[in-house]
């Protein structure tokens, strides 16, 4: 089966600095990847995926991801961060095996909480 | 309203109550999803509908029950939850029920089991 590890809980960073979010997978194939934000009292929102093709994806709110098949990796970053970028990151990985019911599903890491300091 | 709201977004309840969540979308889209947020976890699936047709089951104890009586809403029945069921309830749809399309989130429930 496959899996997702954050391996950091919490991150600080200050505002203006950048910014890089780890997030490694397991999976035999080539994976779905994933990363979502979540800001305090809300559903989760998509930043960026990962399907195929350029292994450096573009997001919204200025982030960006990189797949690095070797490393299977799939880490988030963004030049400068701003006060709002304050928030939880999940990293997520689908996979087309076949699940119990015959589909496809979203396994999610356990997630990182963003603090930026002034 | 737009996107994919839920009500009620707080709820306490006790272990002998029964209560019900429920979570509409407004997108159009063909599958629904429940999941539970506990702290320190991963994001757990609890289940999946397609065209209002479960397709994923993920192993939910009995006492959680999902209605969906059509594509634009999706229930979940509570009854003689645990306390060790408080968390956060998140709803969510996607065009399909693939990870190919995005899911777009609910602000959530916030369960307490007393």
């Known amino acids: 089966a496959q899996s997702v590890t954050q391996p950091d809980i919490h991150i600080t960073v200050s505002e203006g600095a950048s910014l890089e979010l780890r997030c490694n997978y397991s999976y035999g194939a080539t994976p779905y990847l994933f990363w979502y934000v979540q800001s305090p009292g809300q559903g989760l929102q998509l930043l960026l995926k990962y399907f195929s093709g350029d292994t450096l994806v573009q997001g919204i709110k200025g982030f960006e991801a990189e797949f690095k098949r070797s490393q299977s990796s799939f880490n988030l970053r963004k030049p400068s961060v701003h006060w709002s970028d304050a928030a939880e990151y999940f990293c997520a990985v689908g996979a087309l095996f076949i699940s119990n019911f015959g589909n496809e599903k979203l396994t999610f890491g356990t997630g990182t909480r963003l603090t930026i300091i002034p | ?114």
Do not use: I
Not at chain 2, 8 to 28: A, F, I, Y
């Open chain 2, 1 to 114: 309203e737009t996107g994919v709201t839920q009500t009620p977004r707080h709820l306490v309840m006790g272990m002998t109550n029964k209560k019900s969540l429920k979570c509409e979308q407004h997108l159009g889209h063909n599958a629904m999803y429940w999941y539970k947020q506990s702290a320190k976890k991963p994001l757990e699936l609890m289940f999946v509908y397609s065209l209002e047709e479960r397709v994923e089951n993920n192993s939910v104890p009995s006492r959680f029950s999902p209605e969906c009586p059509n594509s634009s809403h999706l229930f979940l029945h509570l009854h003689t939850l645990q306390p060790e069921d408080s968390a956060l309830y998140l709803c969510a749809s996607s065009q399909e029920a693939t990870p190919l399309y995005e899911q777009y989130f609910g602000p959530g429930t916030r369960l307490t089991v007393t």
